[in-house]
């Protein structure tokens, strides 16, 4: 089974930090994204990479930035988290680009105080 | 980008009930998907239908695609406890700036009552 992992379940963080938000798949994908879930706004893509060193922005890119170095990690930046950023982040991997699944990991519940 | 609009927001069914689940999109799709999320958990993918089928099965899960209508159902028979989850449908777009991308719906919160 394809196992993605979220570096930490929950997070708290103040104003102003800068937050890391780590995932690692398992699996030899291509593909990673980052999405954050809010109530009432499902899944909102923020980042996406197709390939090592390759990131496209996504719906919300504004406030993240993300890296991978490498195939298997996705890292999510906050580079001065705000409280607006108080939220449920997922990271999911994919085989190619159209007909696989997206496997997620369990999440980051990040709160920003 | 687009995203899936899903209907109902909420449903609630007793146990052995069928339920029923609408998202409808407005552009042009490659492949809608669909996935659950158990509560505080991540999502888990249940089933992908590409743009030229129009049903697909897999267990108690029944998947309908009319591209026409740019809506798609799920329905899950003979519903258990263990069901109750929120349903994701996912649109992967047909091409543009948009190809490869993944957009979610605001989800179903589905309860099963036992």
């Known amino acids: 089974d394809v196992k993605v992992t979220q570096s930490s379940r929950y997070l708290v963080k103040r104003t102003g930090e800068k937050v890391f938000l780590e995932c690692v798949q398992d699996m030899d994908h291509e593909n990673m994204f980052w999405y954050r879930q809010d109530p009432g706004l499902g899944l909102r893509l923020i980042y996406f990479?197709?390939?090592?060193?390759?990131?496209e922005k996504g719906d919300i890119p504004e406030g993240y930035s993300v890296s991978r170095e490498k195939k298997e990690r996705f890292s999510l930046i906050l580079e001065s988290a705000s409280t607006n950023q108080t939220s449920m982040y997922l990271c999911a991997s994919r085989r190619g680009r159209l007909f696989s699944p997206l496997h997620f990991g369990n999440g980051t519940r990040l709160t920003v105080t | 980008s687009q995203q899936g609009e899903e209907d109902p927001q909420a449903l609630s069914i007793q146990e052995g009930e069928n339920a029923t689940m609408n998202c409808s999109y407005k552009?042009?799709?490659?492949?809608l998907q669909w996935y659950r999320q158990n509560s505080g958990r991540g999502l888990v993918h249940l089933i992908l239908?590409?743009?030229?089928?129009r049903e697909k099965h897999s267990g108690r899960l029944r998947v309908t695609l009319d591209t026409s209508k740019k809506s798609s159902s799920l329905l899950i028979t003979a519903s258990r406890a263990a069901d109750t989850a929120s349903y994701f449908c996912?649109?992967?777009?047909?091409?543009?700036?948009?190809?490869?991308?993944?957009?979610f719906g605001q989800g179903t919160i589905l309860t099963v009552h036992p």
């Open positions: 239908i590409r743009s030229n089928e």
């Open positions: 990479s197709y390939d090592v060193k390759m990131k």
């Open positions: 996912a649109l992967a777009n047909a091409g543009g700036t948009s190809y490869g991308k993944l957009t």
């Open positions: 552009t042009s799709i490659n492949n």
